[in-house]
């Protein structure tokens, strides 16, 4: 089973770790992390299950647990309302929640190739049917996005760049 045909099955598959090398970054706030006593993320603190429901602090990593239709845009809401981090999503830029993600993304990198994620237990997935965006909000995720060499990023432009 794949990392998206997994929706509605399980929602413990991670993010590998030559993601975080490549990004080259420590977070402060791992938002989504999954079964207790995983650590695939670099980061000083990790929420579970009711993080849309605490505060968020500093420099956060999202790997939201991708469910049913439109389950993401409640996390991508409160990611953008946060304004500081990297967040993960499949590459479904016909969606709805992918294009306003799009437009309030500081900056966005589609990744070269698919991303084969990891279970819990450390084994590797087959390959999944789509692409991964990360998008980042905040100068910080935008630098990281730049320097990864992960994929195609685009910036947002401003009248002053």
């Known amino acids: 089973m794949s990392h998206w045909e997994s929706v509605g099955k399980s929602d413990e598959w991670y993010t590998p770790r030559y993601i975080f090398s490549a990004l080259g970054e420590k977070?402060?706030?791992?938002v989504a992390n999954g079964a207790e006593g995983t650590d695939f993320v670099p980061c000083?603190?990790?929420y579970?299950?009711?993080?849309?429901?605490l505060p968020w602090h500093g420099f956060v990593w999202m790997n939201p647990p991708f469910?049913?239709?439109?389950?993401?845009?409640p996390w991508l809401d409160k990611f953008f309302s946060h304004g500081n981090g990297i967040a993960l999503t499949p590459d479904r830029t016909s969606t709805g929640w992918w294009?306003?993600?799009?437009?309030?993304?500081d900056a966005f990198l589609f990744v070269h190739g698919k991303i084969k994620f990891v279970r819990p237990d450390g084994t590797v997935g087959k390959s999944p049917s789509t692409g991964t965006t990360l998008f980042a909000s905040g100068t910080r995720g935008v630098a990281a996005l730049r320097r990864s060499?992960?994929?195609v990023v685009a910036i947002e432009m401003t009248d002053t760049e």
């Open 27 to 30: 977070f402060d706030l791992d």
């Open 44 to 46: 000083y603190h990790r």
């Open 48 to 53: 579970g299950s009711k993080s849309l429901d």
């Open 67 to 73: 469910g049913a239709r439109n389950s993401l845009t």
């Open 99 to 105: 294009q306003q993600a799009a437009i309030r993304a």
């Open 149 to 151: 060499n992960l994929g």
